[in-house]
Every structure is written in C-alpha cells, then in structure tokens.
C-alpha cells in the first residue's frame, strides 16, 4: 500500500489521513488500521473514526490484507504442495512438513518402522478375531492407559494459533516419555505421529504449519505401542468457540459412540453396532461415513473383526469375551457421508466441504459385557449423569 506524508518544518514525517472520502482535508492522522499493523503494513492511517471506517473496513482495503497475509505465508516458506487440486471446503496442505521425528534406540518398535510395511498384520488378513489371555489383556490395559494419558496431553494444548505439527510433537514427545512408539509414525508410510483431522477433514489428516483458528473443530486421533500391544482411542475438540452446528456434530458424534458400547457383550452382533449408530446420526441431519471401521486391535494396529458404522451392513460375527476391538464412528453434518481424498493418500474429507467428527474408543468384551480400556474424563462425565 502506498501512502502519503509530509515533512514538518522540525524534518518530521508525519502520515496524512488514508481515507478517500476525507471531509477535513487529509490532515495529519494518528489512527492506524490494527490489522495493517499486525500484518507490517505501514502507513494506513486515519485522522477519526469515520474516516477509518470509510477506509479500513472497505472491500478494497480488505484485499490489500489478504494480499499482505499471502505474502507472509510465502515468505515464510509455508505453501500449498497441490496447487491443482480441488479442495472441497477451506482446508489445504500447510507444506513443508516438519521432519521425521527421532525414535530413541531403547523403544521397542512394531514390525513396520523402518520399511512401512505391516507384515504380521499382512500376514494375518483373513484370520478371525484373536481372543486375548489375561496376560495379553492386562497388557491392553496398560498401553491403553498410556495412551489416553497422551491424547489428554494433547488436547489440553488445543487453542487457537498452536499448528498441528506442534500437536504432533506434543504427542510425539509424549509417547517418548512414556517408553512407546507412536504407531502411526511410518505406518503404511504415514510420515506423523498422530492424525489431527480439522475442520471438513474425516481421519487421516497429516499434522503441518496450519494454526488452529477461532471456530475450528479438531479431531486427534491417537495411538501406541507398549509392550508388544498398540492403544487406539480419537477424540473431537472445539477450538474456543464454535458455533451451534459443530457443538451439535460434536455432540451427536459421542452419543453414536456411547449408544454403540451399551449393546456390547458376549453374543452381540458386530453388524448391529450400526443398526445402533445411524438412527441417532439421522435424526440429528447427520451422515454416517462408510468408507472407515472400527477393527480388532492387538499386538497388530489393525485387525479382524471389521466393523462397520452404518445400518443394515454385512458385517460377520458376533463378540466373544477376551476379543479387543475399536468402535469409532465418524458422523458427518447434512446427509452426504461420502469422502474424498487429497493427493497425499492419506487425507480424507467430505465431499460438499461439510463438517465432520469422530469418537474413538478401545473395548475389551467381558464374560459379563464390555470394559472401555480407553476410559477419560468424557466417560466420567457421562457416569456421573447416569449415562453410563
């Protein structure tokens, strides 16, 4: 932005009224736009209030922000590695990526740290639900206590301006201290240790240089690996105040998740959890996505049983005491549960650029009915209101 001045008689340079419609004649002027302020931007000022909202709030000096606020993302190296490709509502890659993050040497690792590749997991496709021992169970419980102790971490650190690459530290380090591997970093190639999915963005969202906005909603999907057993449990966080239909996505999401572990127990159908998911979601003009499932979790991420979210689906089985399993819905706003996915593989997100949230929980079938390893503060909140 150009601006105007004058020199005083003293070789002072004081800064003449910006405003255009000016009724005093463009006299010298000490009132300066905030947001010009904070972008670098020098001169704008404006000798009273109505010359500045004449001049500072118009849609032409709008774009002389945007253009200021471009500029500084460009400067400071953040850019959008997909320029090309059609993003469905305001989110889009922050690139570069930070990098891989170190691993110390005394952490046990599972079998895909260093090519990608799941090979016990591969090897298992097909094989029925494992029934753990009591050994194996009380091993879940641990790693899952861990595991809720790191994603309560994270979402103390949610506010808006903090970057979901500083999560994915957060969370990184924090899984480090606790002598685990966070076992999304390299799975299947994934480059971060957790998923912080915002906004539009269903799962998978890969951690960058984007700061969390006023508004934003923020789902951070957290898992590890302790002693040979990985812990698997998401939840979704306002960022400051959000308005009234993500409170309800929020909302509606945890009432799909808590209705489907109240059917859990020996003999119940994994195809029924849907049948208990999708008339909540409907109600409340909510969408069920059906591209992602709850599965079996083990000493392998990611295994039978497979279960669905959605009514009347196929899913084969029925729980057995001693089996471990995730139930993780993720509900979408307005009648549209299909997904799309960027150019990085990983990202999904709804195709009418549409709000959406998830709840992740990690059960274990009793011989009397179901335990939440994962169990938080949200779950003793619920208790203490008779939800549970």
């Known amino acids: 932005m150009s601006s105007s001045a004058v020199t005083t008689a003293d070789d002072t340079k004081v800064i003449l009224c910006q405003s255009s419609s000016c009724l005093k004649g463009n006299p010298p002027s000490k009132l300066e736009c905030p947001t010009c302020n904070k972008l670098g931007i020098r001169g704008s000022f404006f000798c009273e209030q109505a010359c500045f909202k004449a001049g500072c709030t118009s849609k032409t000096h709008k774009i002389i922000h945007d253009i200021a606020k471009s500029g500084t993302a460009a400067l400071s190296g953040v850019y959008n590695p997909f320029p ?60 899952c206590k861990l595991g809720r102790e790191v994603l309560d971490l994270a979402a103390a650190a ?37 998923c912080t999915s915002v906004n539009e963005v269903i799962c998978h969202g890969i951690p960058d240089k984007r700061p969390l906005k006023e508004g934003d909603i923020i789902n951070i999907d957290v898992s590890l690996y302790y002693d040979g057993f990985h812990a698997d449990l998401n939840e979704t966080y306002p960022v400051g105040k959000i308005d009234d239909e993500s409170a309800k996505l929020i909302r509606v999401t945890q009432e799909c998740l808590d209705a489907a572990i109240k059917i859990c127990k020996p003999g119940a159908l994994f195809r029924d959890l849907g049948k208990a998911i999708e008339p909540i979601a409907k109600a409340a003009g909510c969408s069920v996505v059906r591209t992602y499932t709850g599965h079996g979790v083990n000493d392998l991420f990611h295994t039978a049983p497979n279960i669905p979210h959605y009514a009347k689906n196929k899913a084969v089985g029925a729980m057995k005491a001693g089996q471990v399993f ?31 949230a998830q709840f992740e929980d990690t059960l274990l079938v009793t011989e009397t009915g179901v335990e939440i390893l994962t169990w938080g503060p949200r779950h003793t909140a619920h208790k203490a209101t008779g939800h549970w």
């Open 84 to 143: 090309n490709n059609q993003f469905t509502g305001s989110m889009h890659p922050w690139y570069p990526l930070s990098p891989r993050r170190r691993i110390p040497d005394h952490i046990p690792r599972p079998d895909y740290h260093k090519t990608g590749q799941p090979l016990s997991e591969i090897k298992a496709g097909g094989q029925p639900g494992r029934i753990l021992s009591l050994e194996e169970q009380e091993k879940m419980r641990h790693a």
């Open 326 to 356: 995730t139930i993780e819905p993720m509900i979408n706003l307005g009648p549209n549960w299909g997904d799309v996915h960027w150019p990085d593989n990983w990202t999904a997100t709804t195709v009418d650029g549409k709000r959406s």
């Open 158 to 194: 949610v506010r808006p301006g903090i970057t979901t690459d500083e999560i994915d530290e957060i969370v990184h380090n924090a899984t480090i201290e606790r002598n685990a591997y966070p076992s999304p970093l390299n799975y299947r190639n994934f480059p971060k240790s957790v």
